[in-house]
């Protein structure tokens, strides 16, 4: 079966700046990025001349990007504050997705409110909130894509479930790395974290675009430490194979954690650190993927 996926990435592991991000994008041979942040700001709170500025470098490197991993109703927004954060938002990001081109925007379901049970999260508040983005999206020609992270719909594939039977035409995008150090939150206390491929197969009919991240959860010590892909508990192998086995023709994002986290700004590293990581984080994927196809071409001979 050849491999007909395309590979991208969150190009800020690459590189904090648009020119470090072409660069290593380039290095890779890909035409694509995974757009969140360019110094340190998201994209859709860049100033109109330095968004201005990103699009010409983009553009006079023939680079597009095929998905914007927005900040828009993410881990770090409550769905107690007011709606009119998201909208300003989303007003804010709609005409540079368009003037881009880009057709898929990750979002999440808001915070999981801290010291309330699993069903006392203000479902149905989130629910028709999420309605009105879709909505306000889909009305661009934009495709609204949920994350299984720190939120609602992250907090255990029953979640996200609910969360798609409320929200019609809503997507998904799945990390593979997420679910390891979540808690399981449809489980009895104390919650056990979640199982990658569990959550996977029981949302893969509606999964959009795929990001891959590894890892390991530590229980004594409470942290995660991120890998290389296949090398942790994200059954990235596993959940692979089945996509190529089943046709999958979306986007494979890599988003390794290897020298920074997004949402951790203790996590820092040298340019060049960043870089070397990000390349060496895709070459590892391409040979597992590789290896993977053979696999798939062996067991058909089978």
């Not at 491999?3 to 991208?8: P, R």
């Not at 757009?35 to 001349?49: K, M, T, V």
């Not at 661009?140 to 409320?166: D, K, Q, S």
Request: aromatic share 8%; net charge negative; proline share 5%.
């Amino acid at each position: 079966m050849e491999h007909t996926t395309q590979l991208t990435g969150f190009a800020d592991e690459a590189a904090p700046g648009i020119e470090g991000q072409i660069r290593a994008t380039r290095e890779l041979g890909w035409s694509a990025i995974e757009a969140r942040a360019i110094d340190g700001q998201n994209i859709h709170d860049l100033s109109e001349e330095a968004f201005e500025a990103a699009c010409a470098r983009l553009a006079e490197e023939g680079v597009r990007i095929n998905c914007f991993g927005s900040a828009i109703a993410n881990w770090g927004k409550q769905i107690t504050d007011p709606f009119e954060i998201t909208l300003a938002e989303v007003r804010r990001a709609i005409p540079r997705m368009q003037l881009l081109g880009t057709r898929l925007i990750r979002i999440m379901s808001y915070a999981v409110l801290e010291g309330r049970e699993p069903e006392d999260q203000m479902a149905e508040e989130r629910f028709g909130w999420l309605r009105e983005l879709v909505r306000l999206f889909g009305d661009a020609g934009i495709t609204a894509v949920h994350e299984n992270c720190m939120n609602y719909g992250g907090m255990g594939w029953p979640y996200t479930l609910r969360l798609l039977e409320n929200v019609p035409g809503i997507k998904l995008v799945f990390d593979t790395g997420n679910p390891v150090f979540n808690e399981d939150r449809s489980q009895p206390r104390p919650y056990p974290k979640q199982s990658a491929w569990e959550f996977y197969t029981h949302v893969r009919p509606f999964i959009e675009h795929v990001h891959v991240k590894d890892c390991i959860f530590d229980p004594a010590t409470g942290t995660t430490q991120y890998t290389w892909p296949g090398e942790g508990h994200g059954d990235v192998r596993k959940i692979l194979k089945d996509l190529l086995e089943d046709g999958y023709r979306g986007a494979i994002s890599i988003e390794p954690h290897m020298q920074v986290v997004f949402h951790d700004a203790s996590v820092s590293a040298s340019e060049e650190a960043m870089a070397s990581a990000y390349i060496e984080y895709d070459r590892r994927l391409e040979a597992l993927i590789e290896e993977i196809r053979a696999e798939i071409v062996q067991d058909k001979k089978m």
